[in-house]
Structure formats: structure tokens, C-alpha cells
């Protein structure tokens, strides 16, 4: 066994599988509050749902068009404005993770290990290439390469014109871990990834060379539950610096040349963070949300009314955070205070990945497969 194919939100309360109830911290319950930021659905469209398979199907955009899959192999392109559509194809596969844009292709990849690169002004398939395991993940694409990671600890630099193999770099995967894995960043020369085993790496773009790795979570305890260190969210890059978080382990900051630590904080997530030029936004595994000052790791301040809500990581927008819950809610806080600011229900379908910020809207997507544009403010 060597995953959890259960919400990670569980995995504190439940030792012996996902069937038990009673020891599961219910959600907590909503509160009504006075609205202090306007946000309105601006458009929304259906690509097919995942049910109750977790996976990391999340819009992404070129700047010309807006790209989303569904669990079941659909492929949409759409006018960013209006949500209209531009071309659908059907790869009839599994897809999982992405879309991803980039170097003229669309990727997508699947639970069977394929990748699918697909040209952005038609959707015709460009070319397949089959890796190794499931790429619960999107895949990031640049300098004329696309990295994908797969679920048995690789990392794999395909060519974007052809999808041929240019390198592959590969980490230890745990006995146990939680079920799915962070997706690549690309960040000029590099591309910096997280691992099951609690690391995260730095490698060059162009033939995976490791310049370092940074150990973020360090297993403890005597069961191989107890020593679950994933970094299942993608890190983060901000000028000259990374930031990365685990499950059971801690929030760090890191130098984006040497991989030597910043700062750290005590933290256990694998929903993930959210960074913006003075902030660190941190969704634990209680869904409590915590503020940081990005440059000292001071915490700033906390906000518990969404706890055990299986909330997704913080994104920022303008001066608030948006985050998904387990019934279809997304919930906008505050970036300097984490007061809530607004509240709007896209479906009654969870929100598993978190939502992202196109031009001047906010994309959710959600487990039934309902993409749904916001948006914020003025």
C-alpha cells in the first residue's frame, strides 16, 4: 500500500482506512456575516466530473484563451470574457492533471501516465507520450520543455515539440503517502519540485541536473502513518525565493539559488499556500488558515471559522484570498487580517483544487466538473 486514497483533511482523524465516521471532526458550520467585497459569476461551463476520484483538474490560460478538462478525457478551450467555446476535443482517458500552457501546446496529463500535448487554435492532438505512472499533477511548460511528475517519485523534461524523453529525475517514495503529488514550478532556468519523502528539489530545465534539494518535512514517529511527510502542494517562487510546505512537517522559506532556509515555521498542510509580495497564506490540515510575513515568517494572524471544511489553498486576488470548501462554497478573506469578506457557492460539488486568477477573474473548478468564472471587487 502505498497511498491514501482518501480527502488529506482525514488523514488526521482516521488510522485504519477511510470507513470509520466517529472519530472525523464534522465541518464547521457557516455563519452568516455582512459581505464587505463585491463578487459576481461572470460565466460558468461543464466538462465532466471526477466524483469521488481526488484530482488536480484546475483552468489555466494563455492570455488568449482559457483551457479546462474534464475526469473523463474532455478538453475545452473558451473566450476568457464570455466562457464561450472556442473547440472541445475528447482524448477519451483519464485525465488528472492540468491543463498546462505553454510553448505553443496545451498538456494534460492522465491517471494511466499518458501526456497529452494539444495545439492551443484547434485542440488536434500534437503528440502522446507515456510515462512511467499517474501524473496527479499539472504539468508546467517552458523553454521548450514540458516537466511532469509522476506518482513514483519522478520528474520527468519532455520535449515540447515532440514529446521525446530528455531527461528524468527521481526521489524515494515512502512506503505510505497521501494520494496525489505537487506539481513542477518553472522558474526561468529552473524548475522546482516537491517530493513524497518531504523534499524539494531544484533542477534545470534543460537536462534535470540537480543544483539542490531541501529537506522540509523530517518523518518522525514509529508508524509509517505517523511519519507521512508529503509536500503534495506545488511550492511557490516570488523573486529570489521558494516557499514549500508538508504535511506533518513545517512551512519554509528558501533561497531560490542554494535551497538553504530562510526561515521556518511549524505547520502540517497538504492543501497547500498562497504567496503574494508581502504575504504567506497557509491552509492546515484542521483548514485553519494562517497569515506570515513573507520576509520574517512572523505569524500574522489566524482564521478558524472554515475548520475541518477540507478548504483548498489560499489564492490571492487584489487584496483578499479565495479558497474552496467540501460543499461547493468559495470563501474570500482578507489578506491583511483574514476577516471574511464575501462568500459564493458555485455548486453543491467539493472544490479540491485551489482556485486560480486569470486576467481579472477567479476560475473554480469543482469535483463534479462545473467551471465556474467570478468576478472581484470593481
Known sequence: MRSIACAPILLLAVLAGCATKDNIEPPAPLESFPATLEVSRAWSVTVGGAGRVRVALVPASDGRQ??????????????????????????DAPLAGGPAVGSDIVVVGGSDGRVFALSPATGAVLWTAQLSSDIMAPPAVDRGVVVARTGDGRLYGLDAGDGGQLWMYEQPVPLLSLRGTAGPVIHGDLVISGFDNGRVAANLVRDGQLLWEATVGIPVGRTEIERMVDVNAAPRVIGRDVYAVSHQGRLVALSLESGRILWSRDISSSAGLGVAMLGVWVTDDHSIVTGFDRLSGNELWRQDAMRARWMTAPTPVRDALALGDLEGFVHFLSQDTGALLARVRVGNDSIQVAPVVIGDLVLVQTSGGTVAAYRVGD
Open 66 to 91: 482559457v483551457y479546462v478538462a474534464g475526469r473523463g478525457g474532455r478538453v475545452l478551450a473558451l473566450a476568457p470574457d464570455s466562457g464561450r467555446r472556442v473547440w472541445e476535443v475528447n482524448l
